[in-house]
């Protein structure tokens, strides 16, 4: 059972052109919601984490919100400099066993085109 | 500072070999995490550490693979035997620790990966 859907799978969009990801997540309880941008052969990079429903965070083009089922990244005017694959991933509820790591979704594979 | 430097950046080996995957983490993060990445199953998490003490081993696929950390700059992650659908690329992650709601709090820092290919 998947806890993290992130939609769509892959996104091509004109330079310019403004669009929303996607990550709706089944857990309750949530401990942090976090976006990673991953350029092809390299590690995840940092880029939000939301802990509560209402919140935003933004950076550059991008911004993030969160609701109690999903956050969205909104793109805004992009450049082909943000084609990458954007992974969204939660914490879950520390069930006592640990519960640092994080559970990621498969990602939406974005093309920016010039 | 270098980030979270791992090694190899790619191994080739062979059905039944044993491999062994190295990771150095940034200095004062106090957890350490194994990720596997592949096409069909995408980021999962394997193992974690905090302070040198493993804490969440419930992703390890089999007990083929173990994982340790002597020191606080030093993790491996290791397969024995490999097989072939142990390919896919290996990350590494640490992370510093600090109150629930504090700024990086659980912001973890990625290695670049080993790209592990079992023939």
């Known amino acids: 059972e998947d806890q993290v859907t992130q939609s769509p799978e892959a996104l091509r969009l004109q330079e310019g052109e403004s669009s929303s990801l996607n990550c709706s997540y089944t857990?309750?309880?949530?401990?942090?919601l976090f976006w990673y941008r991953q350029d092809p052969g390299k590690g995840p990079e940092f880029l939000f984490t939301l802990y509560s429903a209402g919140e935003e965070k933004e950076k550059e083009r991008l911004k993030a919100t969160l609701t109690k089922k999903e956050s969205f990244l909104h793109i805004t005017a992009p450049k082909p400099e943000d084609s990458a694959t954007y992974l969204c991933?939660?914490?879950?509820?520390?069930?006592?066993?640990?519960?640092?790591?994080?559970?990621f979704g498969k990602g939406t594979h974005l093309i920016i085109q010039p | 500072d270098a980030g979270v430097i791992q090694s190899p950046r790619h191994e080739v080996t062979e059905m039944g070999q044993e491999v062994t995957l190295r990771c150095k983490p940034i200095s004062g993060h106090d957890y350490l995490f194994w990720y596997r990445q592949t096409m069909m199953r995408g980021l999962e998490l394997l193992i974690y550490f905090n302070n040198n003490v493993p804490i969440d081993d419930s992703g390890m696929p089999e007990d083929r693979f173990s994982a340790k950390m002597p020191n606080a700059s030093f993790s491996t992650l290791k397969i024995q035997p490999s097989e072939p659908r142990d390919s896919a690329v290996y990350f590494c992650?640490?992370?510093?620790?600090?109150?629930?709601?504090?700024?990086?709090?659980?912001?973890?820092?990625f290695g670049p990966g080993t790209r592990l290919t079992v023939l």
């Open positions: 992650a640490s992370s510093p620790s600090g109150l629930v709601w504090s700024v990086g709090y659980n912001e973890q820092f």
């Open positions: 991933a939660v914490r879950l509820p520390d069930s006592g066993g640990g519960a640092d790591g994080l559970t």
């Open positions: 857990v309750s309880g949530l401990r942090g």
